[in-house]
């Protein structure tokens, strides 16, 4: 490596084991590891200590840690090619029980992997310009984007190349491979936040500003932001910084949080710890040590939010060209499914395929005599561009079917309630419903309309499933997390309460009101009043 370990100088006593075991066995060395000695040798034969470093090969132990894995792919700013989405079909198909997951970092997700398997995904994915390693661990992660770059009418300019500079720079860079802890990244120009730049850790958003006469199109920096337990909402720098510029920028945050960030607990190691200690002022302070000066804020150019939701057909920014959005129920699919898509964007678009942090895909460059002959090709009657309305705005974690973390099963459940609620709430404005198994919110519960957080409750017949709600979250101008109600919810009773909830906004909201516009109005206490009351009647 070419830096120096500058924490293991400051007081070594005080830092958790896993950082001595990081300076001892770069998490990077693992890869080779996997594929030299543990994939011949078997499962059996790998050491405890070093499944926390299979994450920077992009693998977990799949619950219940008897032998299988799960993996993550990463698909920088979520454009596949019609070759690759191919290629990770048949790897399902091969290894993974033909599952395959799209998840909220526009990344997919397989199961059922044996260690034998790993060398051959490996390779199979480098030959179609992929790969899974640092999709995980203390590194920098999946790098999220636009996922309409380069033909979205509401981008200020194509992001691509500047996401690939990104990636190419820190992928596999040893200067970063050791992190204090997960790391995330997105860059945008998407004038409606579709890359959620608030809970990332650094973040490049659309901004403009005029330099000698002439306005320059660029980006605005965020910082610090993350879920988990303890949600932060990322901090806007006082900075401009020109296309060219956002790679020092990336490094010089990313090199604060590697010698500055927090390695004495692990629940307390993320940026958003240290933006939060230090102020936004001192870290921008630092960061100009590090990378000179920079222009101040020009104009910000995001002008709301949507959720990264793309249903339908729409037009690109060249006339007479489509992109048509998919919903992915629960983010759920399947390698039959993917292999009946990559056809279809040979034979009626562009050739590729797009992931959404919402957990849905999209076909693009779908000329206008195309579209109609698509829309009735047989896997979008299941994939479809206009799906019901809960179903299209449901968003589920792992959940501990697979996860070791989650505490309840979420994906299959989510996709029951949201069924549910289609069948029973007829409402013409979207409710954005999120499901997570466990605190770290990979389902990212805290944006949602209504988050549900798995939890488990005692009854007379023992322990069972049960969820916390909170409700009101909202990213884009006037960001905000949702705010958590008082009344743990046994799961059987959850369709009844979100009924219930739904309904007291469908009948008490203004015209053209939103969820989180009317938790807003009405307040909190309102929101805890009924969710009470809807308790009290069912018990």
């Known amino acids: 490596m070419s830096y120096e370990a500058v924490w293991m100088d400051r007081d070594p006593s005080k830092l958790n084991k896993f950082e001595f075991y990081k300076m001892e066995k770069d998490g990077l060395d693992i890869i080779r590891d996997i594929v030299e000695k543990y ?61 395959i997951d799209v998840t909220t970092r526009q990344a997919i997700q397989y199961h059922w992997l044996e260690i034998e398997h790993m060398p051959d995904i490996f390779n199979r994915l480098e030959a179609v310009g992929m790969s899974a390693f640092e999709a995980c661990g203390d590194c920098p992660r999946t790098i999220v984007g636009n996922p309409l770059a380069g033909i979205d009418p509401n981008e200020l300019f194509d992001t691509t190349p500047w996401l690939n500079q990104l990636e190419e720079f820190f992928l596999g860079n040893r200067d970063f491979s050791n992190l204090p802890r997960k790391y995330k990244m997105s860059i945008s120009t998407n004038i409606y936040n579709s890359a959620h730049a608030e809970i990332q850790c650094l973040a490049f958003t659309p901004a403009s500003k005029v330099i000698d006469g002439v306005e320059v199109l660029g980006f605005h920096v965020m910082v610090g932001g ?42 307390y190691a993320r940026l958003k710890y ?20 920079m222009p101040s804020l020009g104009d910000d150019r995001t002008v709301g939010w949507n959720a990264a939701y793309f249903d339908g057909v729409h037009p690109q920014n060249t006339p007479g060209l489509n992109y048509v959005g998919l919903n992915v129920p629960v983010g759920r699919t399947n390698s039959a499914e993917f292999d009946q898509l990559a056809d279809l964007a040979d034979k009626y678009g562009d050739g590729s395929i797009r992931t959404t942090v919402s957990q849905n895909l999209m076909l693009s460059g779908v000329s206008d005599d195309k579209i109609e002959a698509l829309l009735q090709e047989p896997v979008l009657q299941r994939l479809t561009p206009n799906p019901n309305l809960f179903m299209s705005r449901t968003v589920s974690c792992t959940g501990n079917e697979f996860c070791n973390l989650a505490i309840v099963e979420t994906k299959e459940y989510a996709r029951r309630v949201a069924a549910y609620l289609d069948e029973h709430v007829k409402l013409d404005e979207p409710v954005r419903i999120h499901f997570i198994g466990c605190p770290n919110s990979c389902g990212q519960k805290h944006i949602a309309d209504i988050g549900l957080q798995g939890s488990l409750i005692k009854t007379p017949d023992g322990m069972v499933d049960a969820y916390d709600i909170a409700v009101g979250g909202t990213l884009g101008p006037g960001a905000k997390f949702n705010t958590a109600l008082k009344g743990r919810v046994r799961g059987d009773n959850v369709n009844n309460v979100l009924e219930q909830i739904i309904n007291f906004y469908k009948d008490t909201r203004l015209v053209g009101e939103s969820f989180h516009q009317f938790v807003e109005r009405v307040g909190i206490e309102s929101m805890q009043a009924k969710l009470t009351e809807i308790l009290a009647v069912a018990a």
């Open 39 to 99: 994939s011949k040798e078997g499962f059996a034969s790998i050491p405890q200590e070093d499944f926390n470093l299979f994450k920077w090969a992009g693998v977990y132990q799949q619950k219940p840690n008897n032998g299988h894995f799960m993996m993550r792919v990463r698909i920088p700013g979520g454009i596949l090619t019609s070759v690759q989405a191919r290629e990770l079909a048949a790897i399902g198909r091969d290894y993974g029980r033909d599952l």
């Open 226 to 267: 993350g879920l988990s337990a303890k949600p932060h909402l990322a901090r806007q720098l006082d900075m401009f910084v020109k296309p060219e510029d956002m790679l020092k920028v990336a490094i010089g945050v990313t090199t604060l949080f590697r010698d500055h960030g927090y390695r004495e607990k692990r629940h």
């Open 274 to 293: 240290l933006v939060a200690e230090w102020g936004i002022e001192k870290f921008q302070e630092m960061l100009v040590e590090l990378i000179g000066p």
